[in-house]
């Protein structure tokens, strides 16, 4: 089967880093997306993952180990625009089908 | 270039009826996939059709059917619709053949079955 985990919510401070974990196990495993969806929006694209490592992109960092089944999401100096739900999705084989986790609420406080 | 535009926006209908939505990817891609989100399932995979042609196909009961034109353009299509079928529907366009190309996603039809 395919199974996607994220944490529901998560609550941060205006300026700080925060970290959101993603575990997978599923079959065919290419890749792995983030996506940000403020309330009411479509999701953006954040970033792709295919190889083991960290890929860096301003104040957003995304990192993958395949062996683990393990992502994460790194958010640097929080702003309040952060407050938004951020997916992860994971895609296998040569097709477009995305596979969501529930998704995670992040809300910044000042 | 012009992003993923879905039409309707928002749609009212009551329990049986069907309806309709529309989707035009990007100009120039030839992958459309679809996705139902709700708040208590998420974002779920419906089908992906490239070049008029289904690729690919989630779980959901036959009611739910869509196609793609030569334009690229792809409509959906739920037949007697159920209370449980209101959802935010998003439809997303990618570029290649590689299911590593990233998905631009539409704005959504809001569906409300009454």
């Known amino acids: 089967g395919q199974n996607i985990d994220q944490p529901t919510e998560m609550t941060a401070t205006e300026g700080a880093i925060v970290q959101i974990n993603c575990t997978y196990q599923t079959s065919g495993f290419n890749g792995l997306f983030w996506y940000q969806q403020h309330a009411g929006e479509a999701p953006t694209f954040l970033s792709y993952n295919v190889l083991d490592g960290l890929e860096e992109k301003g104040r957003f960092s995304s990192f993958l180990s395949r062996s683990k089944g393990y992502s994460y999401l790194l958010l640097k100096e929080l702003q309040m625009k952060d407050s938004a739900s951020y997916l992860c999705?994971?895609?296998?084989?040569?097709?477009?089908?995305?596979?969501f986790g529930q998704g995670t609420t992040l809300q910044v406080k000042p | 270039k012009a992003g993923v535009t879905q039409t309707p926006r928002y749609l009212i209908k009551t329990r049986g009826q069907q309806v309709t939505l529309s989707c035009s990817p990007i100009?120039?891609?030839?992958?459309v996939s679809w996705y139902q989100q709700t708040p208590g399932q998420g974002l779920q995979f419906l089908f992906e059709?490239?070049?008029?042609?289904?690729?690919n196909k989630g779980n959901f009961p036959g009611r739910f059917s869509g196609r793609q034109f030569s334009n690229s353009r792809s409509e959906m299509n739920v037949s007697t619709l159920e209370l449980g079928d209101s959802a935010l529907y998003l439809c997303?366009?990618?570029?290649?053949?590689?299911?590593?190309?990233?998905?631009?996603f539409g704005p959504g039809t809001r569906l409300t079955v009454l």
């Open positions: 999705a994971v895609t296998g084989g040569n097709t477009g089908k995305l596979i």
């Open positions: 997303a366009s990618s570029a290649g053949t590689s299911g590593s190309n990233e998905q631009f």
């Open positions: 100009s120039g891609h030839r992958s």
């Open positions: 059709y490239f070049s008029e042609t289904q690729r």
